[in-house]
């Protein structure tokens, strides 16, 4: 049957009654603590927080309700230990990199195998210790027992097609897709016919830089990922993806794909747009005249071209209507500029003041 979007990590709230929340969807703050069971109140509306951060309730209307887990650590438990003795990662960059790394250095795995197209790329990851093993051979992933395909979002779709064609039957995958709608959607159009299990993953952890040399085995560490389950993902195939990052120390959001973008496509990929355009418009003699606000505001605008292009082109419906509020909120500063209106500028730019120091530093 459908899921519900108020599941509980498996555990079904029934007619509103409390449900018990497996907490263990939080940072963990070493292998030797592991997560106590405790009562939560009655499910979100729409999504899920995992951990321990927050402390209090709220609505949005994008998302919905989000209601905390009061978790409890228990020093006393057993440690956690992850069902999965080899994990392949498909591309050991910046994200692959640092997801091999934190499994190595937290003995999460006993192996890691790092499969890309280079060499020398390759050589560098294990030299680093991000991976254990190394391959320019797909048909590695055979061996794992988690795939983990940390790629640009345009190669995706297709790696998880052959990714599929290779995996022993009932292997976990997830992947690292900064867009996550169209990748579901195309793993469920043959779901029944699937070698592997996947469930969508996004870790809200990337960077302008690239490659294994940027990878850091705390990048994950109290950072966000979220997990977009299909309607028809079984629960315990995300129980054990959130279980996965929640290793690694995230904090674990589960929604579904199509909220994922619309949410992501404010916070993350319209403002690579606004950066990028910004940095372009910018007339090259300038440059010399620029501080901090240019700089931290085009910060993002460095990242590589083909992948962001990939990125919004795969989200393009939901980056509009992002950059058209954007565009609805500088028009109405542009009109108090018009008029003079200096007390209605100042309301604009103090809502726009709270709202980011709501977030803190």
Do not use: Y
Not at 299 to 311: Q, S, T
């Amino acid at each position: 049957s459908a899921r519900d979007p108020t599941l509980f990590l498996g555990l079904r709230a029934a007619d509103g009654q409390p449900a018990f929340a497996r907490t263990f969807f939080g940072p963990l703050p070493d292998p030797g603590i592991t997560f106590r069971r405790r009562k939560a109140k009655s499910p979100p509306d729409r999504q899920i927080l995992h951990g321990l951060q927050a402390t209090r309730s709220h609505q949005s209307p994008a998302c919905g309700t989000v209601r905390p887990w009061l978790a409890r650590l228990d020093r006393h438990s057993q440690p956690m230990k992850l069902p999965w003795s080899t994990v392949a990662i498909v591309g050991v960059g910046l994200i692959g990199g640092s997801i091999g790394r934190a499994l190595l250095a937290r003995r999460l795995c006993q192996r890691v195998i790092g499969i890309g197209r280079s060499e020398a790329s390759l050589a560098e990851a294990k030299q680093r210790e991000l991976i254990s093993d190394a391959s320019c051979d797909l048909d590695a992933v055979s061996e794992a027992d988690l795939v983990v395909i940390a790629t640009p979002v345009g190669s995706i779709p297709s790696l998880l097609e052959e990714v599929d064609a290779r995996v022993a039957e009932g292997t976990l995958i997830t992947d690292a897709g900064s867009t996550k709608q169209s990748i579901v959607s195309g793993w469920q159009r043959k779901r029944a016919r699937r070698r592997g299990r996947f469930v969508g993953s996004h870790p809200l952890a990337g960077s302008h830089l690239r490659g294994p040399t940027a990878a850091d085995g705390e990048l994950l560490d109290s950072r966000v990922v979220v997990v977009t389950p299909a309607t028809t993902t079984p629960d315990d195939d995300v129980e054990q993806i959130g279980t996965f990052w929640a290793s690694l120390g995230s904090t674990v959001f589960v929604m579904p794909p199509r909220d994922h973008d619309r949410i992501l496509a404010t916070t993350s990929h319209a403002p690579h747009m606004l950066a990028a355009s910004l940095a372009a418009v910018t007339p090259d003699d300038f440059r010399r005249f620029t501080a901090g606000g240019w700089r931290d505001t085009t910060r993002v605008a460095g990242g590589d071209a083909e992948l962001w292009a990939d990125i919004l082109l795969d989200n393009a419906t939901q980056v509009t209507r992002a950059v058209e509020r954007i565009n609805g909120f500088t028009q109405r500063m542009l009109d108090a500029l018009a008029a003079g209106d200096r007390r209605r500028l100042v309301k604009l730019l103090t809502t726009a003041k709270d709202k980011r120091n709501a977030l803190g530093s």
